[in-house]
């Protein structure tokens, strides 16, 4: 690209690591298309500049004070950061704005436009005021976020005098959901969950367009939906894991020490397990999952990350348990799940995870704990049927089932073979015609057109 003809695209991802990770990726595939990139973010989980030294980076004040940033409760958490980011965010953009405006011509490189997180709701008026197209990048499954905005209207008081097998029948509402998952998606603190939701909404439906890292052969209903409700251009790019991988955009210290560990483990034998970055559980959940891997005889890699566990971790039981396995506090999880002796993943159904291991054709046992984890689960065990799923069974000889039935049953044989056929459609997806290399064509022209 001609340097008088460069543009500039402008990221502001929200500062939580499942949100960070697709915003880097998009930035690498933006930047890999000839797009200056520069990111704007909080000083709230900045992400690390120097691991990419090809961006801009540029901090902004959030006013979250220290107890503000260990709240348990993510909707609090997201409300707080967009009030205390408005103006920090509108004086960056504009001096941003005034900057390049003022550059001589030679030098010039137009702003094209700005991409955030769904999850900021006060970007429609700035970038207005300011004239810059917007588009949104969503963090979840376009199935999840398209029909999400159902929730607030869903009463909570019916589902909770459901009996017995009732809570296992699909909620009409937002299938394949059951009812058990939406009460639990729904939680108590809900006062602030309408008028967020509401606005992201509204926030999305007045952009220029909506960005996803899934595929048509992940979502291909949900991408049509999502094309009619919100009648702007949509482009489902791909998970792009291993062109373009996320570790580099880590909060956390990977401790590289599993890849060797991995190295002297058998092909397709080791059952990694992880919950991401928001998950809490008790001491009394860890310690069943603990004694569940144990059991079931398999290696296996297990992420306790700092903040997992409400209370003191059992340190003599985990220690006891190193020897059957590796216990370490944040994985890389991409190589890991790249690694051969991998076979299995116990997961909490984050969307990035979900993806990264479809990419790297693993399958999982499922344990959602939050929010879209429930319906990513859904579309892993009964949708996609490459992992099954332990209802929130976590108790040692559930666990230790599971493991044994996804290794050595028939029943974990299918799951390979699904999983298998799945992995090869999504990577012919992001080859060249496939789907989501088309729409990421489209999306760079659309950029290009602002
Ligand atoms: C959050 C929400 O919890 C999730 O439901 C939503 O879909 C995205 O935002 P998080 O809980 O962190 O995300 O889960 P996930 O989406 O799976 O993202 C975690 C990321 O951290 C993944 O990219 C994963 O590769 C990485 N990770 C996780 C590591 O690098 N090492 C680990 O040990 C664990």
Known sequence: MEKSNRRRVI????????????MI????????????????????????AS????????????????????????????????????????????????????ETEEHKEKISCLIHDSGWIFTESVAKSLKLPRLVLNGYSISFFCSHF??????????????????DDQAQEFPPLRKKDILRILGEKRELLEPYLNTIFQTTKSSSGIISMSCEELEQDSLSHAREDFKLPMFAIGPSHSNFPASSSSLFTQDETCIPWLDKQQDKSVIYVSFGSLAKMSRTELIEIAWGLSNSDQPFLLVVRVGLVNGTIPQELLERLNEKGK???????????????????????????????VCEG???????????????????????????????????????????????????????????????KVERSVKQNGSAYRSLDHLVDHISSF
Request: charged share 25%; hydrophobic share 40%; glycine share 6%.
């Open 362 to 424: 693993v399958p999982m046992i499922c344990l959602p704990f939050i929010w879209d984890q429930f319906l990513n689960a859904r579309f892993v065990s009964e949708v996609w049927r490459v992992g099954m799923h332990l209802e929130n069974r976590i108790e040692r000889n559930e666990i230790e089932r599971a493991i044994r039935s996804l290794f050595l049953g028939n029943e974990g044989e299918a799951i390979r073979e699904r999983m298998k056929l799945l992995k090869e």
């Open 150 to 167: 159902v929730l607030p209207s869903i009463r909570r008081e019916e589902y909770l005098l459901l009996q017995g097998s009732e809570k």
């Open 25 to 48: 990726q998009l930035a690498k595939i933006l930047h890999s298309r000839g797009f200056s990139i520069t990111l704007i973010h909080t000083r709230f989980n900045a992400p690390k």
């Open 11 to 22: 990221l502001f991802p929200l500062p939580v690591q499942g949100c960070i990770n697709p």
């Open 51 to 102: 691991s990419h030294p090809l961006f801009t980076f540029l901090q902004i004040q959030d006013g979250l004070s220290e107890t503000e940033t260990i709240t348990d409760d993510n909707t609090l958490l997201f409300t707080l950061l967009n009030r205390g980011c408005e103006t920090p965010f509108r004086e960056c953009l504009t001096k941003l704005l005034q900057y390049t405006d003022s």
């Open 327 to 357: 216990i370490v506090k944040w994985a890389p999880q991409q190589e890991v799940l790249k690694h051969r002796a991998v076979g299995g993943f116990f997961t909490h159904n984050g969307w990035n995870s979900v993806v990264e291991s």
